[in-house]
């Protein structure tokens, strides 16, 4: 497995290998053990999946807040996505930063957010699929949410604003200021 950390070190990219001939391929896509070597130690309780059918879905900025936070290793199972972590953690060197990866059916690559980020990705292709392992179960109560293209967060999006496709709840969280009392990681 190969792996990379980003510009924010507790962010990691791996890359599982792929064995292929004319029948295919096979992938383990998660082993514990070498998981735990390239640093994400926490259990997995909860998978979820989602398909996009749009190019330019904006899925986030969503995390949950302790004592619900989940980690999450991302991985975008059919298309392409650009898939985006930004460090909330209180006292964090990296407060406020964000770092992002393309993810895709071609590169096989996948991205660990560990707890107290936000994460959220766009959709390169039509009809992305993504699947992701999370470290904590689904808690509505504590779900945040902060606008996707936050000023204060300059993140660079590969989807102009008036093209993004967005849900209403998407559409109407706060700037990144108005939620930092949220986040005491």
């Known amino acids: 497995m190969k792996v990379d950390r980003l510009a924010i070190p507790d962010v990691i990219l791996v890359t599982p290998p792929r064995f292929g ?3 295919g391929f096979f992938s ?4 514990i053990d070498r998981m735990r070597d390239a640093g994400i130690t926490q259990p997995f309780v909860q998978d979820n999946q989602s398909l996009s ?3 330019g879905v904006v899925r986030g900025l969503h995390c949950q807040l302790e004592p619900y936070a989940q980690g999450k290793l ?3 199972t059919k298309g392409a996505i650009w898939d985006v972590a930004i460090d909330a953690r209180t006292g964090s060197p990296t407060y406020g930063k964000w770092v992002a ?8 690559s996948q991205l660990w ?4 980020f936000l994460h959220g990705f766009c959709t390169l292709t039509e009809n992305a699929e993504v699947q992701y392992k999370c470290t904590g179960l689904y808690n509505k109560a504590s779900e945040r949410a902060v606008i996707w293209n936050s000023a204060e967060l300059a993140i660079d999006w590969p989807v102009k604003p008036e093209d993004a496709i967005l849900s209403e709840k998407d559409l109407e969280a ?6 930092k009392s949220w986040f005491q990681f």
Do not use: H, M
């Open 53 to 55: 059918r749009q190019k």
């Open 74 to 76: 991302v991985r975008c």
């Open 28 to 31: 383990e896509t998660y082993n």
């Open 174 to 179: 706060p700037e990144f200021s108005a939620a």
């Open 101 to 108: 990866a393309e993810l895709s059916e071609e590169n096989w």
């Open 113 to 116: 957010i560990p707890p107290g």
């Open 21 to 23: 001939d004319n029948r």
